[in-house]
């Protein structure tokens, strides 16, 4: 293997929406669920008494200006080809001769220059700060990137940056998001017939059960009406205006 395809091989990133990260410091993956404390009868879904809680996640990380995978200005694989380009010439100039030796460092230098300009993609620490501040405000659904998981429909619930001289021009960030549960409405049509089927039965019911149930209130307030406490509650709730 190569030195640059070992420097710039793909690492797996931890990244937000568009944002990755040189370096996830602590990450905390969190599921949980209200369960029901009151007692469930055998033979039951338990399930039912079980409710999940949207999924949630913290991700402590950093953004540098010195990342180990990439060309940007002042990485780590810029420095490691360049050293590697001195080793080489340094050998060709031992056996050209030093005039040759040194013209040819010269062009990889500028040739390395080049390279690290053209296909440098690195953030700054002041772009990222931008894009997770706009993620933030924008309050718009995303996708977050870890190593254990991929993470739909997150947003963000908590987002700091502390300052101090350890952390010097780089970004330090702690986010907490929490992911959002989307769900899809079921609509049916029904036809006019049916309606017209459904109306008739529902008037043909209500009539029967209005006469039955008028018979039953009235037979149940004539027993009632000869009992010792109707007879006290009675006088009170017609001053009020009540009828019983």
Known sequence: MSLISLITRDVKRVQIKTVSLDAAIEETHIYSADVTETPVEKGYDITDHVILKPTKLTIRGIVSRTPLNGFGPGSVANSLI????????????????????????????????????????????????????????????????TRLSQYKNMVISNLNFPRNATIGRNLEFTIELTQVTVVSS??????????????????AGSKDLGAKGT?????????????????????????????I
């Open 82 to 145: 360049g050293a590697g380009i001195n080793n080489v010439l340094g050998s060709a100039n031992s056996l050209v001769g030093a005039p040759f030796g040194g013209v040819t460092r010269a062009a990889a230098a500028a040739g390395v220059g080049s390279l690290a300009t053209l296909v440098s993609l690195e953030k700054t620490p002041e772009n990222a700060y931008k894009d997770l501040v706009d993620l933030y405000n924008d309050r718009i659904p995303f996708d977050v990137y």
């Open 186 to 203: 079921l609509g049916f049509k029904i036809s006019k017939e049916t309606l017209g089927v459904v109306a008739k039965n529902r008037g």
């Open 215 to 243: 018979k039953a209130a009235g037979a149940k307030t004539g027993a009632a009406a000869g009992s010792t406490l109707y007879k006290k509650v009675e006088p009170i709730a017609t001053a009020a205006g009540v009828t």
